[in-house]
């Protein structure tokens, strides 16, 4: 199952060295100019989640499998994107591809970096682009009105559907909100997604700061933090730079570096969660004497569809799941040890999968 965040921005603003950084890779172009990523560039990243070890540590495992998401490095947006300017066409067809918007705004001031409006205001930045996914998606959802005229004449339940559901996006559109402020009711989830509108997609705001404010931020990065709170979005404040530096460290090095730094943690990390968050992201266990793993579900997932993540045949053939709580499991050391106290739990189908469960599944093949 892969859940893609694009990176998205204006041009400069450190969304290729943040995309390096990420991915523990080059391959991304990180220039002084607009384009200098033409093509999306794709990396996975693994979730830092330390259960993971502990629960191997307890198994004997072998060795562990983190979970693990898609970071999408998109080219640089411009005014005018919604009409074809710059790379407008390329940034809005590989954005329409991703799960959720990882926002990165420029919160520092060095002068060697141009910004191509000539000043800096991140909030201006966040409202440049979010106000071309508007446009976009209101030049989308008109065009979509128009091919179904004739399913709707002719009362095709679908069709009716599918236009309900876009009216009620334009409407919110030409407010001038976002098309995720529109309240979709459960039975309508599936057709709203099947719409692909730019601005359904969870955002969520990267504060790109200098080295001296990646500990504290700076009124650059309050700014946004305020005006994402006044949207129900999230933030995180990361400095491109130190988190490229880290990038190419040994964990040992990495770590002495950030203490140095006075950080707690890397801000790639939180930026990781937090995209984790973004997309209603759980994890699940299994562990043995081969491997722990950790494996990624959307939160309220089904134990027979949470068996299908591990294996298709699982969920085909799934009998029941022994499932223990993380809690248990670390307190008690094991599974044995759990089924000798009698917390190990025999779930059904329908059991809904919490956070940290350690799963075996069985199920006929």
Not at 3 to 14: D, S
Not at 42 to 51: H, I, L, M, N, S
Not at 283 to 293: H, L, N, S, V
Not at 329 to 344: H, I, S
Request: aromatic share 6%.
């Amino acid at each position: 199952m892969g859940f893609r965040t694009g990176i998205v921005g204006l041009p400069n603003v450190g969304k290729s060295t943040l995309f390096n950084a990420l991915t523990r890779t080059a391959a991304a172009q990180a220039a002084n100019f607009p384009f200098c990523t033409i093509d999306p560039n794709v990396g996975e990243v693994a979730v830092p989640d330390p259960r993971l070890d502990r629960i191997a540590s307890i198994a004997g495992s072998k060795r562990t499998v983190p979970a693990r998401m898609t970071f999408v490095d998109i080219a640089g947006l411009v005014k005018g994107a919604s009409r074809g300017e710059g790379l407008g066409n390329k940034f809005l067809a590989n954005i329409r591809e991703v799960d959720a918007v990882a926002h990165v705004l420029r919160c520092f001031d060095e002068g060697g970096v141009t910004h191509i409006e000539g000043r800096i205001d991140p909030v201006d930045d966040a409202e440049t682009i979010e106000t071309e996914l508007m446009l976009a998606d209101i030049a989308t959802a008109e065009k979509q009105l128009q091919n179904i005229v004739r399913r709707v004449r002719g009362g095709e339940k679908e069709a009716l559907q599918q236009e309900r559901l876009l009216k009620a996006a334009v409407s919110i559109l030409e407010e001038g909100r976002p098309a995720r402020f529109v309240e979709i009711a459960e039975e309508d989830q599936g057709a709203w997604k099947s719409l692909h509108l730019l601005t359904a997609k969870p955002v969520l705001y990267v504060c790109n700061v200098a080295e001296e404010h990646a500990g504290t931020g700076n009124s650059y990065s309050q700014a946004v933090e305020e005006m994402a709170r006044s949207v129900g979005a999230q933030t995180v404040t990361i400095s491109a730079k130190i988190e490229e530096e880290i990038a190419q460290l040994e964990h040992e090095e990495a770590a002495a570096f950030l203490k140095e730094l006075g950080l707690n943690e890397a801000g790639l990390d939180r930026l990781i969660r937090a995209g984790y968050r973004l997309l209603n992201l759980q994890t699940f266990f299994t562990a043995g004497p081969k491997e722990a793993r950790a494996w990624t579900i959307r939160t309220g997932t089904l134990a027979a569809k949470a068996a299908g993540v591990i294996h298709g045949d699982f969920e085909r053939g799934f009998i029941r799941a022994e499932t223990i709580s993380y809690k248990d499991y670390v307190e008690l050391g094991g599974e044995q040890a759990c089924k000798d106290a009698g917390r190990m739990r025999v779930e059904g189908k329908g059991y809904e999968v919490k956070d940290g469960d350690i799963l075996h599944v069985l199920f006929n093949a």
